[in-house]
């Protein structure tokens, strides 16, 4: 990294580390043209990390990652353990600057990946490298007073624009008709939204082989039992504090959240 990426990537980091710490929100703008490259958004990610004391591992054990379409460049971030719930869960008390949900099918591994298996991972046999699935509610929520018009550099940095994420019940991983699978999000007192066969991805473990070199790319071993999130089925819905949030996946089970 150069001294000027170097530089950047200090600057937003010690940007985001104060709007953690203070619980506010900071305007993106002057921090627009510091970051040049995803890597410099991920090299934040990990400062930001070290530096607030978020991990005692090498490897995180929650991640979120995903993308719009599988001919796009996937997006990943290791999550803070204290913002991941376990189903149902009371977040009443937790402060957001924004809340939008995305209804989502998280997924954990059966058994350690090293850099090497990751590199040779192929699309058709990630499947296998999973024991379990549940229903999962990531709220999204920004440290950038511009939120969703905010650079995607500054977006990446700032952990894809993660709140929390809520996890359901586990129960075993099974081959799906992804392309017919159903869920309906709750939110408060509005109308109950449904969706089927909405995953950007068309597959949620579609992604694994990206996320497992994303996370061994320093050479460390992505832990038996890690999670990843995998994406939104219904987009990013609007929700306000005192919503109850609840989603159901057909056939997999359910998650909720008290805002």
């Keep these: 990294m150069t001294g000027s990426a170097a530089d950047g990537v200090q600057s937003v980091a010690r940007a ?6 203070d619980e506010a929100s900071i305007d993106a703008a002057p921090l627009a043209g510091l ?7 991920y090299a934040v990610q990990e400062r930001v990390a070290r530096e607030s004391g978020w991990f005692d591992r090498a490897v995180p054990q929650h991640w979120k990652s995903g993308g719009p379409t599988r001919e796009s460049v996937l997006t990943h971030a290791g999550l803070p353990p204290r913002r991941v719930w376990s189903s149902p869960a009371d ?10 949900i995305e209804a989502e099918v998280a997924l954990r ?8 298996q990751a590199a040779a991972l192929s699309h058709e046999e990630a499947a296998s490298l999973v024991d379990a699935m549940c229903v999962s509610i990531e709220i999204v929520d920004s440290r950038w007073r511009e939120a969703r018009t905010a650079p ?7 952990l894809q ?3 929390a994420l809520v996890l359901g019940a586990w129960r075993p991983f099974e081959a799906r008709d992804w392309s017919r699978q159903a869920c309906v999000v709750r939110i408060g007192n509005a109308q109950p939204k449904s969706f089927a066969g909405t995953h950007s991805l068309g597959d949620p473990a579609w992604l694994l ?8 790319r320093q050479g460390a071993t992505v832990p038996q039992g890690t999670v ?5 089925w219904c987009g990013m819905l609007e929700a306000h504090q005192g919503d109850l949030v609840r989603v159901e996946f057909e056939g997999i089970g359910e998650a909720e959240v008290q805002l």
């Design 228 to 232: 990843v999130t995998t994406g939104t």
């Design 35 to 41: 970051l040049k490259t995803a890597e410099d958004g």
């Design 91 to 100: 977040a009443s008390g937790a402060h957001f600057n924004l809340r939008l």
């Design 152 to 158: 995607a550099l500054l977006k990446l940095a700032d």
């Design 16 to 21: 985001l580390l104060g709007a953690w710490r």
């Design 209 to 216: 082989p990206l996320w497992l070199r994303h996370a061994t």
């Design 161 to 163: 624009s993660h709140g």
């Design 109 to 116: 591994l059966a058994r350690d990946v090293s850099p090497a």
